[in-house]
């Protein structure tokens, strides 16, 4: 260790970028930036907070372009500023590295999320079984609140049921269906799925939030939506309670739509030989990203542009601060614990040893700003 190589310096870039590329926390993409005046360059340039952006949510490859609030865009072209290359890769190393550390964040402060119900693809009396009554545990005239989809001959009937999010923009980590248990019929059967999937969109381009909203709920909605994200198949147990399904990992809901396809029935009706599949209640656990986060879909090419605030993402991560006692940066324990390799890379940077002698100086007017902007400082 005594003989130290800035690899960044030495290495041809594809193999730097390679290694760079190991990194899988903003904060530490961030700090990369932050050892020389190289470095900062080089991570910019080589668009590294992008793509572990990308790597962990290729949904994001969609972005055609990002925003930001007029008063920054008209900062930005102010005097001694000619909106440069330049300008354009640092502003979206910065929305990358953000993008990421709110989700990191989310994903320790989740919430429910979903805003109201949209359709069921059948329902056996509406509005007394609508899919609404999913969103609420509440007993009414003595008995429980649920919907049930119209019998069916074929057990492998699916049915699907699609709610609108919080959000336009939300990370979604697990979704949870209770399947209703008929207790005023004989045997008190349960009306389960046999297994559930789960979709993630946005509604078609010549459909608007109104257009939806005016939809009717025990009509089939599924043809007017475009669904980014299918997950696995889910086997579901034919039991009265809060059945969970967690996502391998978190994931991105771009446009703001959830679709649960319960795929199988179970159970007949005695009083006419039919399948039917109920469900009792629905909860989706994450949280969303807007109003720091927030997209358009671009018509026709059905890309997106994101829009970031980097005011109200300050703001964001001190809320969550406060709310959940998290602190935006690792204790000292956890960080030796996580040191890996960028504890290696940095520790000069930190002063754990004797520093190594870098190319450039560690001064440049935007950094303090632009490690704070994340929360760092």
């Given at each position: ?13 594809d193999?730097?970028v390679?290694?760079?590329?190991c990194l899988?926390?903003?904060v ?12 900062h ?11 572990l952006?990308?790597?962990?949510f ?15 865009t008209t ?5 001694g ?11 979206d190393?910065n ?8 989700i990191?964040?989310?994903n320790?402060c ?11 693809s059948?329902?056996d009396r509406?509005p007394a ?10 007993r009414?005239?003595?008995g429980h609140s649920?919907?049930?989809?119209k019998?069916?001959?074929d ?9 609108k999010l919080?959000?336009?923009l ?8 209770q ?7 004989l045997?008190?059967p ?7 999937r ?9 459909l608007?939030?109104n ?12 043809d007017?939506f ?7 198949v889910?086997?579901?147990?034919q ?5 969970q ?12 739509y959830?679709?649960i396809e319960?795929?199988g029935?179970?159970q ?7 399948f039917?599949?109920?469900?009792s209640?629905?909860?989706?656990m994450?949280?969303p990203?807007c109003?720091?986060?927030d ?6 090419s ?9 005011e109200?993402?300050r703001w964001?991560?001190?809320?969550f601060?406060?709310?959940?006692n998290?602190s935006p ?6 960080a030796?614990?996580?040191v890996?390799?960028m ?20 001064e440049?007017?935007d ?7 994340l929360?760092?400082?």
């Amino acid at each position: 260790m005594e003989t130290r190589v800035d690899f960044v310096q030495s290495l041809q870039s594809d193999m730097s970028v390679n290694i760079l590329a190991c990194l899988n926390d903003p904060v530490d993409v961030v700090r990369a930036g932050s050892v020389s005046g190289l470095w900062h360059h080089f991570v910019i340039t080589n668009g590294i907070s992008k793509q572990l952006c990308l790597r962990r949510f290729p949904q994001l490859s969609g972005i055609e372009r990002i925003t930001e609030p007029d008063w920054i865009t008209t900062e930005a072209n102010g005097v001694g500023s000619h909106n440069s290359s330049w300008d354009i890769m640092k502003r979206d190393h910065n929305v990358y590295a953000s993008l990421l550390h709110a989700i990191t964040t989310l994903n320790t402060c989740q919430s429910e999320c979903i805003a109201y119900a949209v359709s069921a693809s059948s329902t056996d009396r509406f509005p007394a079984e609508s899919v609404a009554n999913t969103l609420t545990t509440r007993r009414y005239l003595g008995g429980h609140s649920y919907w049930s989809s119209k019998g069916h001959a074929d057990p492998d009937a699916p049915e699907t049921l699609i709610y609108k999010l919080k959000a336009d923009l939300c990370v979604i980590s697990k979704i949870s269906v209770q399947p209703f248990e008929a207790f005023y019929q004989l045997g008190q059967p349960i009306y389960s799925a046999k297994s559930v999937r789960f979709r993630l969109g946005h509604p078609k381009n010549s459909l608007d939030e109104n257009d939806i909203v005016q939809m009717p709920q025990q009509q089939p909605a599924d043809d007017k939506f475009i669904w980014t994200y299918t997950s696995e198949v889910y086997p579901m147990e034919q039991k009265n309670c809060l059945q969970q399904f967690k996502l391998p990992q978190p994931v991105l809901c771009i446009g703001g739509y959830l679709q649960i396809e319960l795929l199988g029935r179970v159970q007949r009706q005695h009083s006419d030989n039919l399948f039917y599949t109920c469900v009792s209640h629905v909860k989706v656990m994450g949280g969303p990203l807007c109003p720091a986060f927030d997209i358009d879909i671009l018509e026709p090419s059905g890309k997106f542009a994101l829009k970031y605030n980097p005011e109200v993402f300050r703001w964001m991560l001190q809320s969550f601060s406060e709310d959940s006692n998290i602190s935006p940066m690792p204790s000292e324990e956890e960080a030796v614990e996580h040191v890996g390799v960028m504890g290696f890379l940095l520790q000069a940077y930190h002063g754990g040893i004797e520093p190594m002698v870098w190319d450039e100086p560690m001064e440049w007017d935007d950094d303090d700003e632009e490690m704070d902007e994340l929360g760092i400082l």
